[in-house]
Structure formats: C-alpha cells, structure tokens
C-alpha cells in the first residue's frame, strides 16, 4: 500500500542552524502538507502546497519557515533559523484531492538545543 | 477562532465493549470530517472520513455526524486492546485539517 515517507526520523540541531526536512508523498497525490505537533499538544497545520505553489499557510509558517518541491517525489520544509521552540514533531501529509482524506508520514522529530 | 473540541479524557471501556467518542466543532462552512488514530510518538492514521449527516460504517467504527449540532461522534464496537491510543477528532477546511487535542481511550483486558 502506498505511504508517505519522511527522512531523517530524528534530527538534533543547534539553535541558529539551518535545517531541512525531507518527505515524499504518496506518487499520484496533488496536495501536500505540513503539520508540527509539540510534545503533548495538538496536531497544527503549517502550510499546503498545490501546483508548485503555497496554497494556504498557518501564523506559525513565518519567513523562517519555507517550502519546495525539488523534483517531481520529494517535497521538503526548511527552517532557516531554528529556534528552542522549534522542537517539535513535523509530519508531512499528502492527499488526492482538496478537502479529501489526508494521509500522514511518520514524521521526523526535531529538537533544537 | 475555528476549534474542534474533545474531551481528553482518559476513557476506559472494558474489552468486548462499545467505546464512544464524541467532539464539537464551531465552523459550520466545513463539509469533511475524520477521525485519526495516534499511538504514542507516532503519527495520526486515518481510521474514518464522513462528509454528509448520519452514520457511516466501516468493520468496528461507525461515524456519526450531525451537521445541526455541528457534532461529530466515533463508535469502535467489540473494542480490543490494540485500540488503545488517542483518537483524534478533525475537520477539513478548503487547504487544511484543524485537529481537535484527541480523546485517550483506554481499553481495560
């Protein structure tokens, strides 16, 4: 069955450091998302990304906060400048249509010290 | 502010048992809604998508949604151990899901 990857699983960084995360979709979805959970909070939207483009974008995807998709599988969130609460669980989601079922990757931990 | 509500919980149901989850939601223009599973430190897994009133049933869930009381229910029939997790109540709006903060259920052998 088709799935959502996500690399690394886990990514230690130093506050100030620049850092990227990598996903690849499900192949023939259009939409592509990202989502940060907080230990022990709720799920929260960041951005969605449609037709090499942002579609929407939550307060917390500031200009440290971008977008792309580098060729035609991979899809990737870069924070320039992290910071300690940056630290967080970031999952990509993908899906087929707009305001269909979204399918989640297993996410990739971050933690900024 | 667009919320969907959950209780937190933890809820116990005794194996074999119906476990019944329940959430509000204040953002009447939405037209999808889903209930994810979440294991601890994993991800949200789609269990149910509902997107029209009444029930929907698939294996041991069924879905309920009244669009009037803008409430959204989870029913998990004959429930084992392994549907012990945190149960995600969410709803799609145009380019995004808003997830409520989820329900621990607790599935006692």
């Known amino acids: 069955e088709p799935e959502v990857t996500q690399t690394p699983s886990h990514q230690v960084t130093q506050m100030g450091q620049e850092v990227i995360l990598r996903c690849v979709p499900i192949s023939n979805h259009l939409y592509f998302y990202w989502y940060r959970q907080i230990l022990g909070q709720k799920v929260e939207f960041l951005v969605s990304?449609?037709?090499?483009?942002?579609?929407?974008k939550s307060e917390i995807f500031d200009d440290q906060f971008s977008v792309e998709r580098p060729d035609g599988s991979n899809f990737t969130l870069k924070i320039r400048s992290t910071k300690l609460e940056d630290s967080a669980m970031y999952f990509c989601?993908?899906?087929?249509?707009?305001?269909?079922?979204?399918?989640f990757g297993p996410g990739t931990r971050l933690t900024v010290t | 502010q667009k919320e969907v509500e959950q209780n937190s919980g933890p809820l116990s149901v005794p194996e074999g048992a119906i476990a019944s989850l329940n959430c509000t939601y204040s953002?009447?223009?939405?037209?999808?809604f889903f209930w994810y599973r979440q294991y601890s430190g994993k991800s949200p897994e789609l269990i149910m998508s509902?997107?029209?009133?009444g029930d929907k049933e698939d294996g041991r869930f069924t879905a309920q949604l009244n669009k009037a009381s803008q409430y959204v229910s989870l029913l998990i029939r004959d429930s084992q151990p392994s549907d012990s997790a945190t149960y995600l109540c969410?709803?799609?709006?145009?380019?995004?899901?808003?997830f409520g903060k989820g329900t621990r259920l607790h599935i006692l052998p």
């Open positions: 969410a709803q799609g709006r145009d380019d995004k899901i808003i």
């Open positions: 989601a993908s899906s087929g249509d707009i305001s269909y079922e979204q399918y």
């Open positions: 990304f449609y037709n090499n483009e942002i579609s929407e």
């Open positions: 953002d009447r223009g939405s037209q999808s």
């Open positions: 509902i997107y029209s009133n």
